[in-house]
């Protein structure tokens, strides 16, 4: 028996990024970087983990625009172009690189990985990934939960409760639609929460949100075991708090693992170094050299300029010491706890960015997997998903968890700043008149009804809290600014022709192909009655 | 633009809409005339508009969607690329309308102690308090403190006024105290202190910045397990009780307030174009603005100006409001100075590659080896392959086989790479 639990929660979100619009748009490359280097890694981790038998819990959120992206079928096809383009490049590296032994094992390591990545997505799961997901949640080892709707900052939305409420039943309605089961969980945008937001996860028969640390230990009263129990709300929905010790480890960029100098080094792409003419049928069609996701070189030493050549056997072992290194700590984290935790094990919740796993940090997908087997052998700590530790552990302390995000700082910093606030105006007059418009129709037509529809879904998009991210960060702040101003115009014209009754059906259809998001979208969960 | 938004607006929303977008003769026109030329926008040719962020083309920029991934490659020049978009009836980048008609002031939290407020007051409702103040009354926000009251105007348990310039349309609010609760009233005030309000907003309780001292629970633990367990649980977070933050879980990878000055410091390093002084001013300017949320210098009390911090306008300024620390930022000079020296050294340089290209051809139906590697032909019979030649002795023998096997032919290129 195990003396606690340690509780791994990956949360895999991008933002719904799709233009039919145009040929080749750069900002899709997010998705095909995160299909090839962290989702389809970590289903291949599940599969190997299960085959041989390792118990394993793990639980993941899939946002509701990367579902929908995954489930594309011009995403789908791209990703396909896209995989086929970086095969032949791969290939043709492994020639280039005969006469450098070192460089040639790399070579076909890349090679050997997008063949892989192609396996996996075209004959194994037939293109579509979510089908694997499905799976193993269905086999009982995964516990996979929504997401706030389009990861809206709800927070900053506290004046609309409908357009909370809207983005927690939509984000059910469309779990329920492709996983065929009710959620247990949700993850709120950013681990943001604000006191009295709770009561729409309860209305929904969600049980439990994760938040920061600070938003328990602050929380309202004294929490008698810190993070390592949850909490209930007044309304019975639980909260579990984020352990800063094991977080620190993976994700801190000085202390953490992922700066061992074995490991890929994420910033030296053979794009930039390579003949320009040989790269360049490669590249976007405007021909700039960007990342390619072809690398060579270890991190070695963060300073040096001298990078050395990556060596992806060692970097693998390396990943394999490390996880061990965390379960241990683990171990000695759990012993420790459960002296003072006489009438229940505690439970260590460690919650990253999904992407951080394969993307970020190349080695990580082979970290997470050996963390599994290092727990396997362990007697003092076992893996469970939350709701599993409520099924085991039901009676826990009332408390109101804190104001709180997981962003820098720990508050609403990132997402009201000065480079940021100047939407909110905007995404507020789009959720009034979303309202205003889905009290207003109760038997619409179906021009209407599609009308309808489209306007939530044009407002549901807007409110990505990835779009003021992406202005506070100061990175591709030109594509957040348009996102936002593109769907809350769509939206607004949609709200005048709506109440002058002349919705212009030609202009409806294109824009139901561009912002296709949630196919069952429901304009109803905007009601104040709902 | 439909006609029932443009009905809404008064003749000088009407002509602030019509020099955004740049119709010509505008200061003629009356408001028919105005609301006409405007709806007529997307069906005639404007001068020119694009995304309309300040700029006449829209950067899609770098490489990928993270701070961190477009840096620390060898970029030599910034990477930008530039889409020109068309005016377009599905709004490409269309920009919004600037105000919608109404008198309203919103309140939002922000951190422990900061808020930040917005609001819209048309013209007729200033004109009205104005006629109501005899043309006195200068604009102010009027901050409440209603903790554990149910407000009704009257019954706040103290307040105070920030005193604002003429042409702002919102704010932050600062020195706030943690887990109070507020109000905000937007409006006018005269000098011997009669306040007019305009509109109100909704209520905000500002976030809890230490542990709660109630201790109320359905079940008890001894307060010294507590303490140990706490220890763990914060992790040396907590300083004095108070939360110190700084990671967040996306920190390290994507936003802490420490990486995204390393950030900003390694992109500036990056950019050779930068030169020596040029450099450190520009730190200077973007880290002043880290501490002018420390100082706040603006009107009213611990109020920031949005106006002035936006200004220099780079994302990091904002960040620190309140929190980066101030070691850290002088650490990063620091570093700055410390690495400039370096750069200054390598702002010269060249990087020399070569590479072979082996290429041939033979019979399209022949077996073919290059270095003992069976290789496919193209259809016609050709091949051409490239290879990465650093410094040695190569031998490159090419074997073709004739498909019934009775003809062989060898070529043995030899190759030798030498750097002096």
Known sequence: ?530 | MSEIQLNELTKVELYELARKYRIKGRTEMGVEDLKKALLNIGQVEIESELFDLGEQNLKVGSSGSRPTSDFGNQIKKEVKEEVKVNKSVYFDGDPLPEWYGENKIVLMPKNAQWAYAYWEITEDKKNEIKNQLNGEGRPIIRVYDITLKEFNGENANSYFDIELPEDVSDWFIGDLSSTAAYVADIGFKTNSGEFVIAARSTSVKMASDSMSTNIDSDWMIVEEYFKKILARSSAGRLENGKWIGGMGASGAMRGSSEEMVSVLIKRLLKDKRIKKGKLLSQMEKELGEISMGMGSSSIGAGSLSVGSLSAGSLSVGSLSVGNINRGSIEKNKGQIEEEEGEIAKKDFWLKVGTELILYGATEPDANVTVMGEKIELNSDGTFSFRYALPNGHYELPVIAVSKDGDDTRQITPIVDRIEK
């Open chain 1, 1 to 530: 028996m195990s003396k606690g639990y340690l509780s791994m929660i990956l949360h895999a979100h991008l933002p719904y990024v799709r233009h039919p619009e145009y040929n080749d748009f750069l900002e899709e490359d997010w998705l095909y970087e995160a299909i090839t280097e962290t989702y389809i890694p970590l289903l291949n981790m599940f599969e190997k983990l299960t085959n041989d038998n390792i118990p394993w819990k793990i639980t993941m959120t899939i946002s509701g625009t990367l579902m929908n992206m995954l489930e594309d079928d011009l995403l789908k096809s791209r990703y396909t172009r896209h995989l086929n383009k970086m095969i032949e490049f791969t290939e043709k590296e492994v020639t280039r690189l005969s006469f450098q032994p070192e460089f040639l094992k790399v070579a076909k390591h890349n090679r050997d990985f997008f063949r892989q990545a192609k396996y996996y997505f075209e004959e194994k799961y037939n293109t579509n990934l979510l089908v694997g997901f499905k799976k193993f949640q269905d086999q009982g080892n995964l516990e996979i939960i929504p997401v706030t709707a389009t990861h809206g900052f709800l927070p900053l939305t506290k004046d609309y409760e409908e357009a909370v409420n809207a983005q927690v039943e939509m984000a059910k309605i469309d779990y329920m639609r492709v996983f065929e089961k009710e959620p247990k969980g949700m993850w709120l945008a950013e681990c943001a929460y604000y006191p009295g937001q709770d009561s729409f996860l309860a209305k929904h028969d969600i049980r439990y949100f994760l938040v920061d640390s600070h938003g328990i230990l602050f929380g309202d009263p004294k929490p008698v075991y810190g993070i390592y129990s949850p909490i209930y709300t007044k309304n019975g929905v639980a909260a579990f708090g984020r352990d800063i010790e094991s977080s620190e480890q993976v994700w801190s960029s000085e202390i953490g693992y992922p700066g061992d100098g074995l490991y890929r080094e994420f910033h030296k792409d053979a794009a930039f170094d390579l003949a320009y003419d040989y790269v360049k049928p490669y590249l976007h069609e405007d021909g700039v050299r960007r990342n390619m996701g072809i690398k060579y070189y270890a991190i070695t030493d963060k300073k040096a300029d001298v990078k050395k050549v990556y060596d992806p056997e060692a970097a693998k072992n390396r990943a394999k010491d490390h996880a061990n290194n965390f379960i241990e700590n683990r171990e000695r984290q759990v012993e420790y706890l459960s002296q003072y935790m006489k009438d229940r094990k505690p439970i260590v919740v460690s919650p990253y960015d999904a992407e951080l796993y394969g993307h970020w940090w190349y080695e990580g997908p082979d970290f997470l997997e050996e963390v599994f087997r290092a727990a396997a052998r362990s007697d003092i700590i076992g893996t469970i998903t939350p709701f599993g530790y409520l099924q085991e552990t039901p009676k826990n302390q009332v408390v109101s968890p804190a104001e709180s995000s997981w962003g820098a700082s720990g508050y609403y910093d990132v997402w009201m700043d000065t480079t940021n606030n100047h939407i909110y105006r905007h995404l507020h007059k789009g959720a009034e008149r979303m309202i205003e418009l889905a009290n207003l129709y109760d038997n619409p037509n179906d021009l209407q009804k599609r009308a309808l529809n489209q306007s939530a879904r044009e407002l549901m998009m807007a409110q990505t809290s990835c779009w003021p991210f992406i202005m506070f960060t100061g990175t591709m702040v030109g594509y957040a600014e348009k996102k936002i101003r593109d769907h809350l115009n769509r939206l607004f014209k949609l709200y005048f022709d709506l109440k002058e009754n002349k919705v212009d059906e030609d202009w409806l259809k294109e824009i139901e192909y561009r912002d296709n998001i949630f196919p069952e979208m429901e304009y109803r969960v905007y009601r104040s009655d709902r």
